[in-house]
């Protein structure tokens, strides 16, 4: 059978696969935003020891491979005790990584926030915390957007990685048909073309979602 | 003797140093209930530094200073909250961004005033149409003029009912036409009894609504009193060159 | 063979990306659109399936390519693609005076390019493509996937003799670290060197 024929035919069972990509990045990034944001607040308002460990938290996660990472969490850990699945496992590489990159969107969007800003908050009365909270904040949030996207969509190619420990993800299912019908190129050309329409759809959505919240009369950067 | 109620603001000998270059050199002075003092001087003397902490968003190395009684510079002092008492406006207005005007004004009254959202409302509509800005409401920062940023921004302070109010250069960064809504809002304010304490170089505004004018120079005063004195009869040298150099350049003139 | 990879890599990148970026900046319509499209394939795919791609694609296509070589072409034209955006947006950040200027001496479009444009916009895109090396040695680590002799695969060769997982993949990322920071103190060294004095003080303090 032709390309498209074969493509058709394999197209459900890797859909299943797509879902399981699809977990693993909503997954992960949710993680890496939490984390995230902790690890910048705890960089740029936090006191010596804190701010040190985040800084090295950030360096280390964001100096060392993917694939090392997720290999130390789901080789290196069952010697110890600790048997996480490659789900599991998946998702606390991708998350712990996603949280480095995020928290220096975060920091840099904080950054780029006037101090005077903060200034005029703590000169009507805010405590530091109110002033994160409501000033600091809900600008920094709008102005990460297009860095946050390309982290979403990092992620969302980076998922492919979970692969080499095992992740029943969409790479797997490729290797695994291939592996049946022999036809490598032929799969992973189809393989290639979801993550492309995945990856798509994904920036036309969170382009919406720029336009929505934007502050009116302000001008965010465009991310390339 | 001076009755004690009736000093709102007391300043006794500020020290504050930036690295080895030491910007205030022993400032004192004394503003009373309804007073209004305008602190002149060539830049980088610590002008702003001072008015900065005279609600503590910089720590003076050494000194003390008083806001109604409640020392400001004792670490154990609920800054938070002498902040709510103290107003100020900023060269750069440091509008929040993200807020339109009515939310800039109202957020500090929900979210340190604690206020109920409506009450809130009410109060900084009111604010706003003090300042003449009522219908700006909706508007954002980034939509607004200087002029009308600075007097949100004045609205903003105003409306959480400061017993002082601290102006560093409101209007140094507006261009000139827009110079004179600011200057009128202060005007009215300063003419219906608010106490404020502004560091400015419009003289116009100094003549005709100060008490005293501070000429602060190379970390001291060099000399203070009333703008006729100061104006007309000058003690140092200093002052007169002073004054005679910044007159050329603000405009003596009587503004509106 | 880690490093290697890395420096065949960066070079294809470099010379295939150069061009590009040049591409969607000066060049008509129809070449942008080109060029366009290719820098978006490239950049929506997972290196990892990219290097899948080439791997089996070069069989099929009839080519036997070691992995080794299929690794560069992948993750080679990949970089090309990231490294066309920054160099772009270096172009792009020199103001439009500066090829005016070169035009009006009598400079044909090529050479304001090749004397004028070039000089600065690779001195800019130095802390970007800096971060693209990054990227590129820890990619490198992918490769060991099509079977490439890499650092990953080295170790667990000594991780079947040894069965001490956790120190040696920390060790590995260790590995890892060094050359990424290495990497990027010398080019900050390197920027450091090619000032031109007075020029563009980007702040590089954050």
């Known amino acids: 059978m032709n390309f498209f024929e074969l493509a058709y035919e394999i197209l459900p069972a890797l859909l299943k696969g797509t879902v399981v990509t699809l977990e693993l990045t909503a997954c992960s990034i949710s993680l890496g935003f939490v984390l995230g944001i902790c690890l910048a607040l705890g960089r740029l308002y936090g006191n010596r020891p804190v701010s040190a460990f985040c800084a090295g938290y950030i360096q280390f996660f964001r100096g060392t491979p993917l694939l090392v990472q997720l290999l130390i969490l789901y080789y290196g850990l069952p010697p110890y005790g600790i048997r996480l699945s490659s789900f599991v496992a998946g998702i606390l590489g991708l998350g712990l990584n996603s949280a480095a990159y995020q928290a220096e969107y975060f920091r840099g969007a904080i950054q780029s926030i006037s101090r005077g800003q903060m200034m005029a908050a703590r000169a009507i009365g805010m405590s530091k915390f109110k002033t994160i909270l409501n000033i600091i904040l809900p600008q920094a949030l709008r102005i990460v957007i297009p860095s946050w996207s390309n982290e979403l969509i990092y992620t969302l190619k980076y998922s492919s990685v979970a692969y080499m420990i095992g992740a029943p993800e969409l790479m797997a299912q490729g290797k695994f048909i291939a592996a049946e019908n022999f036809r490598y190129f032929e799969v992973f050309l189809v393989v290639a073309f979801i993550y492309l329409v995945a990856v798509l759809v994904v920036s036309r959505a969170l382009n919406m979602v720029e336009r929505r919240v934007r502050i009116p009369g302000l001008q965010m950067a465009e991310s390339i | ?256 | 063979m880690t490093l290697e990879l890395t420096l065949s890599l960066l070079v294809l990148g470099l010379l295939v990306g150069i061009p590009l970026a040049l591409g969607q900046v000066y060049a008509r319509r129809g070449l942008v659109l080109l060029t366009s499209i290719y820098e978006r394939f490239f950049r929506s795919i997972p290196a990892l399936v990219l290097l899948f791609l080439f791997f089996f694609g070069s069989s099929f296509l009839g080519l036997s390519l070691s992995p080794f070589l299929s690794a560069v072409l992948a993750l080679g034209f990949r970089s090309s693609a990231y490294q066309s955006q920054i160099f772009r947006g270096a172009i792009q950040s020199i103001s439009q005076g500066q090829m005016t200027a070169a035009r009006s001496i009598g400079m044909s479009k090529f050479q304001a390019i090749w004397h004028v444009i070039l000089p600065q916009a690779l001195r800019r895109s130095i802390p970007s493509w800096s971060n693209e090396y990054s990227s590129v040695v820890k990619d490198t680590s992918l490769a060991y996937a099509v079977g490439v002799i890499e650092l990953v695969r080295e170790g667990r060769y000594i991780i079947v003799r040894t069965f001490e997982p956790m120190i040696i993949y920390i060790t590995i990322a260790v590995i890892y670290f060094v050359l990424t920071y290495a990497g990027n103190r010398s080019l900050g060294y390197l920027e450091g060197r090619l000032e031109i004095p007075g020029f563009e003080a980007k702040g590089r303090k954050e």
């Open chain 2, 1 to 256: 003797m001076p009755d004690k109620k009736t000093i709102t603001l007391k300043v006794a000998n500020i020290h504050k140093a930036y690295g080895i270059e030491e910007v205030l050199k022993g400032i004192s002075f004394e503003v009373k209930k309804g007073e209004t003092k305008v602190i002149i001087g060539p830049s980088g003397t610590g002008k702003s530094t001072l008015l900065r902490c005279v609600n503590r968003l910089t720590i003076p190395d050494a000194g003390r200073i008083w806001l109604d009684g409640v020392e400001v510079t004792h670490p154990r002092t609920d800054i938070n909250k002498v902040r709510q008492s103290i107003g100020m406006v900023f060269q750069d207005f440091n509008l929040f961004s993200h807020l339109s005007a009515l939310d800039n004004v109202r957020i500090g009254l929900i979210k340190v005033g604690k206020m109920e959202k409506r009450k809130a409302t009410e109060e900084a509509m009111r604010q706003l149409a003090r300042v003449g800005l009522k219908d700006k409401a909706a508007s954002y920062p980034a939509e607004l003029s200087g002029g009308q940023q600075q007097r949100v921004s004045i609205a903003r302070a105003l409306a959480m009912k400061p017993r002082l109010m601290l102006f560093d250069e409101p209007t140094s960064a507006l261009d000139p036409e827009l110079i004179g809504e600011v200057l009128e809002v202060m005007r009215d304010l300063a003419e219906s009894g608010m106490t404020m304490v502004v560091v400015s170089h419009e003289m116009g505004f100094a003549r005709s609504v100060c008490n005293e004018i501070i000429f602060i120079e190379n970390g001291v005063i060099v000399e203070q009193g009333p703008p006729e004195v100061l104006f007309e009869n000058p003690e140092h040298q200093r002052t007169k060159e002073f004054l005679c150099k910044i007159s050329e350049l603000y405009g003596k003139s009587e503004r509106k």
